[in-house]
T-cell receptor, first 112, second 113 residues
Framework: QKEVEQNSGPLSVPEGAIASLNCTYS??????FFWYRQYSGKSPELIMF????GDKEDGRFTAQLNKASQYVSLLIRDSQPSDSATYLC????????????FGTGTRLTVIP | SQTIHQWPATLVQPVGSPLSLECTVE??????LYWYRQAAGRGLQLLFY??????ISSEVPQNLSASRPQDRQFILSSKKLLLSDSGFYLC????????????FGDGTRLSIL
């Protein structure tokens, strides 16, 4: 049983559009949620985290959390070619030592 | 600010050879430390984590081992590498509190010949 699921994509959006990335998780006890960006051949980089239901905005990025529906999403406004990367969703269910369960990622391509 | 160093960046090893990858964290005390492996085109697989010196938890049985000889040093080892050990190895740290994000090093790309 997969803990965290993401559409592998690829997701293609034109430059300047809104990219919407979705993630569902299976453990209702999950407490914290993270989005990482991973460029090809590079390590994951934390871009957003959210703990409470609702929206959290940081620049062009908005994370949305709905615990009742067990999904978390990431919106990227005014998408740029430099946003082209794989986006990993990670969930902490409060067990272990801050252990995160990662999805397999969604590959985003922003077309100039 | 905290930084994490991981080396080497790339490594090519023959089957059956030993392995030692090292990771160090600066700017924080008593971090949680993690080793992951990412196979080509796949997700992150947690291999080991540590909440303190000498405390190692293994998530996946395999021919790898980990050690934490100092507070901010984490080492991944193998006595005899297998072809299936190829991959991108990532070290990460987090604060020793609940619900904290993990921060990754630059990774080591390991190729087994």
């Amino acid at each position: 049983q997969k803990e965290v699921e993401q559409n592998s994509g690829p997701l293609s959006v034109p430059e300047g559009a809104i990219a919407s990335l979705n993630c569902t998780y299976s453990d209702r006890g999950s407490q914290s949620f993270f989005w990482y960006r991973q460029y090809s051949g590079k390590s994951p980089e934390l871009i957003m985290f959210i703990y409470s239901n609702g929206d959290k905005e940081d620049g062009r990025f908005t994370a949305q959390l709905n615990k009742a529906s067990q999904y978390v999403s990431l919106l990227i406004r005014d998408s740029q070619p430099s946003d082209s990367a794989t986006y990993l969703c990670a969930v902490n269910n409060g067990a272990g030592a801050n252990n995160l369960f990662f999805g397999t990622g969604t590959r985003l391509t922003v077309i100039p | 600010s905290q930084t994490i160093h991981q080396w080497p960046a790339t490594l090519v090893q023959p089957v059956g050879s030993p392995l030692s990858l090292e990771c160090t964290v600066e700017g924080t005390s008593n971090p949680n430390l993690y080793w992951y492996r990412q196979a080509a085109g796949r997700g992150l697989q947690l291999l080991f984590y540590s909440v303190g010196i000498g405390q190692i938890s293994s998530e996946v049985p395999q021919n790898l081992s980990a050690s934490r000889p100092q507070d901010r040093q984490f080492i991944l080892s193998s006595k005899k590498l297998l072809l299936s050990d190829s991959g991108f190895y990532l070290c990460a740290w987090s604060l020793g509190l609940s619900n904290q994000p993990q921060h990754f090093g630059d990774g080591t790309r390991l190729s087994i010949l």
